[in-house]
């Protein structure tokens, strides 16, 4: 099983803007992961310039020692733990994994928040999240019923 990688708070070495609303982020930890932003760019409304691919290539570190990535040009910025999230959901090694990185990317939970929604331990979240264990089938329906419940 593929490993994802572990970071108590994601910060940032180096992005490049790829051809299709791709970035690729390096983290200071060296790993490295390709992140597509294209649902993003065409759904958030405060994104709409960047839905020009040559603006949108303008992606840089931020002057924040590499806690976002950001377009000085438009006055927009993602921070680097967003980014890291959805990386670690659209690189999932299968899909409980991604069901779960998912939901902490779109919910944008903690380790500890996680860990309290569902009645666990942060360190079980910390290990499911970066494949060091795999996801449970039940894991995955549970954060979909979780979803579900705060929707109603």
């Known amino acids: 099983m593929a490993r994802l990688t572990k970071m ?3 910060r940032l070495k180096a992005v490049k803007a790829l ?4 970035l690729r982020l390096t983290f200071i930890d060296g790993s490295i992961l390709t992140v597509d932003k294209r649902e993003t760019v065409f759904s958030k409304r405060g994104l709409v310039p960047l839905r020009d691919e040559a603006k949108f290539a303008k992606a840089c570190i931020g002057e924040d020692c590499g806690w976002t990535v950001e377009w000085p040009e438009h006055d927009i910025q993602i921070g680097a ?3 890291w999230l ?3 959901a659209q690189n999932a090694p299968d899909e409980n994994t991604r069901i779960f990185a998912q939901w902490r990317a779109r919910n944008g939970l903690t380790l500890a928040q996680a860990a309290e929604a569902l009645g666990m331990t942060p360190r079980t979240m910390s290990a499911y999240g970066t494949g060091a264990r795999p996801v449970p089938r039940y894991i995955a329906l549970a954060v979909k019923g979780w979803e579900a419940e705060r929707a109603a």
């Open 8 to 10: 108590s708070r994601p």
């Open 81 to 83: 733990d967003t980014l």
């Open 86 to 88: 959805d990386a670690q």
């Open 19 to 22: 051809p299709g609303y791709r």
